[in-house]
């Protein structure tokens, strides 16, 4: 474990640990590299709203969280649990694309995989899948490699950081890239990998996302073209009704979520009436796409369990600096 002591314990005794200390610093060193590598891409940043109407993954068909609703004067409010959408109307307003790192809010209790408050670097832009996987592995190249190069001291002493590092640098080639239809083909003898959700969906456990990775003997794994059901309606669907969409999977299992939107606001709401969400609640959403229609592409990335392959810890509750329940209790 990276965490000497069990993650409940209390800021006064988590203050005092080396290792609450060293995830400050990364999550630092994280932060400027990521606004460097978007830069140099030309992206902007984009001063988003923590708060709003339209939550980007509801309790709906191909949703796996909550979102977080507050009250602010009697007005019915929701944590963003992601940034995506006031970043595709960013990118109706730059030329290249824009990011966003900061906290995402789910209404989920903490446990090895989920916390309900996280650190999550999005971005947006023009393109198709295809850009959004290359850019996603430009990007943890670079953090990778930076990281190591700016804190090669503390973490050499951690038990397996620089394997994992090299490896990835001697990692010449483009990750795997696996449809899920294939992957439900190469794991179809081992019980427990994939799961039917909502109306007759597929998707992938967290063991079976473990298993995969076993199996094909890769550290980094792109699943992509999942039944358009088992994801958030946002996602484009291609010609065979998959969903044009794809998670990397890497140490705790998924690390980064990304996909292809739709283009118009009449694909949009065909997609809405599948996962049997009402249109009026994102009437905005829907007319932004009539308005300027636009081919954007985009991916999320939660920061904690990048940190998590990076440590070799997999229980992402020990990187967290400020811990928060699903209510947003918590110390200090």
Known sequence: ????????????????????????????????LTFNFFHKKGFI?????????????PSA??????????KINENSLFLIDSAQFQLEYGCRLCNKGCFYFMHSFRFEEPDYRHLSQFIHSEAEFMGELKD??????????????????????????????????????KKK????????????????????CIEIVGKNARTLT?????????????????????????????????NEEKAINGDLLFGIGEVVGAGQRHNSGAKLKIAMEDHELDCYDYQW??????????????????????LAWLLGD???????????????????
């Open 132 to 169: 959004v996987i290359k850019l996603v592995e430009q990007y943890i190249r670079f953090l990778t490699r930076n990281l190591k190069k700016k804190h090669f001291d503390k973490l050499k002493k951690i038990d397996g950081v620089l394997e994992r590092v090299e490896k990835l640098e």
């Open 206 to 238: 967290p063991f079976g996302e473990k298993q995969l990775l076993k199996k094909i003997g890769e550290e980094f794994i792109w699943v992509t073209h999942w039944d358009k059901l088992s994801v958030p309606f946002y996602q484009a669907i291609n």
């Open 61 to 70: 068909l191909g949703s796996d969280s909550k979102p977080v609703q507050v």
């Open 45 to 57: 940043w984009l001063p988003v709203s923590p708060t709003t109407k339209a939550v980007s993954s």
């Open 1 to 32: 474990m990276f965490i000497s002591e069990h993650y409940k314990e209390n800021w006064k005794s988590r203050i005092k640990m080396k290792e609450i200390a060293l995830c400050a610093d990364l999550y630092d060193s994280i932060a400027e």
């Open 285 to 306: 959403y829907i007319e932004m796409k009539e308005m300027v229609p636009l081919q954007t592409s985009g991916f999320g990335m939660g920061v904690e369990r990048y």
């Open 314 to 332: 997999y229980d992402i509750r020990n990187f967290v600096i400020f811990t928060r329940n699903r209510n947003q209790e918590g110390e200090p």
């Open 173 to 192: 080639n483009s990750f795997t890239v696996i449809a899920f239809d294939d992957v439900e083909k190469i794991l179809k003898k081992i019980n427990g």
